[in-house]
C-alpha cells in the first residue's frame, strides 16, 4: 500500500522567505504528482501537477519537482507571503490505479 | 463551468439514518472519486468509478455505497449512519490524459451524533 509522507507537518516563517515542503512516496512509480492547498475548512484548490512525462512544474512563485527514481517531490514557495498560510498536500497516483494517494499536509504560517 | 458540485455542504445525522451524498460535475470526466478527510490521516478513498454503471471499493468502503447511473453524477450513501462515519467528505473527477488533474468539491461536512 502507498504511504506518502509529508516534512515537516509544520511551518512558521516571515514573511519574505524562501521555503521547501517535502513529500515521498513508498513506491516511488509514481504516474502523476499533483500539489493541492487547503484553507480551513475548505475544499483543495490545485496548485501544480506533474504528469507522468513531467519532472517539474512552475505557476508564479511555485515550483514543483519529482524525482521518480527515489519517489520524492518538493514544493518550492519564492517569497513567501501571508496569504500563502494554509495546509499544502501533495497526491500522487500511479499507472493502472487511478486514484490518488494523499499525505496528512504540512501546514504552512506567513507571519507579517 | 462550476466544476465538481457537492451537496449538501453540511448535515447532522442521527446514529442509524440513512443519507446521501450528490457529486455532479459538469467536465465530462469519466473517474469520479470519494474521500473522507479526518485529522490526522489524511484523505482517504471510499469508492470510485471508471465510467457509468461502473463503482469499485477504496481503501475505507465499509458502511458505504455508491451509484454512478449517470456519468455527471456520483452517489454516496449511508444506509446506518455511525459516529465513526463523522468526517469531511470530497468528491473528486478526473479524465486521463489531460493537463487538468484531479478536480475537487468543496466538501460536505457531516457529524454523526
Known amino acids: 500500500k502507498q504511504e506518502v509522507t509529508q516534512i515537516p507537518a509544520a511551518l512558521s516563517v516571515p514573511e519574505g522567505e524562501n521555503l521547501v515542503l517535502n513529500c515521498s512516496f513508498t513506491d516511488s512509480a509514481i504516474y502523476n504528482l499533483q500539489w493541492f492547498r487547503q484553507d480551513p475548512g475548505k475544499g483543495l484548490t490545485s496548485l501544480l501537477l506533474i504528469q507522468s512525462s513531467q519532472r517539474e512544474q512552475t505557476s508564479g512563485r511555485l515550483n514543483a519537482s519529482l524525482d521518480k527514481s527515489s519517489g520524492r517531490s518538493t514544493l518550492y514557495i519564492a517569497a513567501s507571503q501571508p496569504g500563502d498560510s494554509a495546509t499544502y498536500l501533495c497526491?500522487?497516483?500511479?499507472?493502472?490505479?487511478?486514484?490518488?494517494?494523499f499525505g496528512t499536509g504540512t501546514r504552512l504560517t506567513v507571519i507579517p | 463551468n462550476a466544476g465538481v458540485t457537492q451537496t449538501p455542504k453540511f448535515r447532522v445525522l442521527k446514529t442509524g439514518q440513512s443519507m446521501t451524498l450528490l457529486c455532479a460535475q459538469d467536465m465530462n470526466h469519466e473517474y469520479m472519486y470519494w474521500y473522507r478527510q479526518d485529522p490526522g490521516m489524511g484523505l482517504r478513498l471510499i469508492h470510485y468509478?471508471?465510467?457509468?454503471?461502473?463503482?469499485a471499493k477504496g481503501e475505507v468502503p465499509d458502511g458505504y455505497n455508491v451509484s454512478r447511473l449517470k456519468k455527471q453524477n456520483f452517489l454516496l450513501g449511508l444506509e446506518s449512519a455511525a459516529p465513526s462515519q463523522t468526517s469531511v467528505y470530497f468528491c473528486a473527477s478526473y479524465r486521463p490524459r489531460t493537463n487538468y488533474g484531479y478536480t475537487f468539491g468543496s466538501g460536505t461536512r457531516l457529524t454523526v451524533v
Open positions: 497526491a500522487g497516483d500511479q499507472t493502472g490505479a487511478n486514484n490518488l494517494f
Open positions: 468509478s471508471v465510467g457509468e454503471g461502473t463503482t
